[in-house]
């Protein structure tokens, strides 16, 4: 009895590992290719060339809670699944490392119940919430970033005169224009920005059913806000443009919205 303890329990990490293996590996290995890109292009969209706190936040938690639950089938031994999907995360690529990443949680959402299918489905809203951001995003990006041009246009406008606007280019020509970039705008953030706010909800111990709709509706409006503040700076000036664009500035706005983050989550709790 107790060797077959043993040897389940043995089963049991196994699985536990090869599924974390696969869904971090996939999360770290699309980080760090989006990274080695946002370096080489000179750009810091985020306090950490493009890895936000909310990415981090999310990998932690849904980690934690495959690691504390289990599959259906506790005797299952890492297979084919985990074989393919480790060996696609040797290509780099931040789209397909994600890719994997959405596959593999969705299998194993699939094969899994309470807080490993919970974690498992937090590593799959990430995943999605990247692919939209490294390849959906890029098919729509234009009319995106020219409706949020739009509005720094608005905003601009009520301080500064001459402001024009074209497409996804803002400001007073004779001073300084900003190109509005799908990487700075709310299309791209809000939506890990979102995944980020329901990992805190499952760390604050909330019934997402309940909470997650009323609290991504806040926050949605104070991540708009803020993104809106952040560019319409960034059209003001150059000087400007260079603090908010910059890793003080990016690193200011992930802490801010990071904050509103759980702000949001503890001012629910009071209600």
């Given at each position: 009895m107790i060797a077959n303890l043993t040897n389940s329990l043995r089963t049991l990490d196994a699985q536990r590992c090869a599924a974390l293996v696969v869904l971090i590996g996939g999360a770290l290995n699309g980080l760090a290719v989006r990274m080695i890109e946002a370096h080489a292009s000179g750009g810091f969209t985020g306090s950490l060339l493009g890895v936000t706190l909310f990415e981090i936040i999310t990998i932690s938690v849904a980690a934690s809670?495959?690691?504390?639950?289990?599959?259906?089938?506790?005797?299952?031994?890492?297979?084919?699944?985990?074989?393919?999907?480790?060996t696609a995360l040797l290509v780099p690529s931040s789209a397909l490392s994600w890719g994997v990443v959405a596959a593999y949680a969705g299998h194993l959402a699939w094969r899994s119940d309470g807080p490993a299918r919970l974690g498992a489905l937090l590593f799959l809203s990430l995943?999605?919430?990247?692919?939209?951001?490294?390849?959906?995003?890029?098919?729509?990006?234009?009319?995106?970033?020219?409706?949020?041009?739009?509005?720094?246009?608005?905003?601009l406008g009520l301080f500064k005169d001459g402001v024009v606007q074209v497409a996804n280019v803002v400001g007073v020509p004779s001073e300084h224009s900003l190109i509005v970039m799908s990487a700075c705008s709310t299309a791209d953030g809000l939506p890990r920005a979102l995944v980020g706010l329901a990992a805190v909800l499952v760390l604050a111990d909330r019934d997402l059913a309940r909470w997650f709709v009323p609290s991504a509706i806040v926050f949605a409006l104070i991540y708009v806000t803020?993104?809106?503040?952040?560019?319409?700076?960034?059209?003001?000036?150059?000087d400007l443009y260079t603090v908010g664009h910059g890793p003080l500035g990016a690193g200011l706005f992930d802490a801010a919205t990071t904050a509103a983050v759980f702000a949001v989550v503890l001012g629910g709790e009071r209600r």
């Open positions: 809670l495959v690691w504390g639950g289990q599959t259906r089938d506790r005797q299952a031994r890492p297979g084919a699944a985990e074989l393919i999907a480790a995943a999605a919430s990247s692919i939209w951001s490294s390849v959906a995003l890029k098919w729509l990006a234009l009319p995106l970033t020219s409706a949020e041009a739009a509005a720094v246009g608005l905003l803020a993104n809106l503040l952040r560019l319409t700076l960034m059209a003001w000036s150059w």
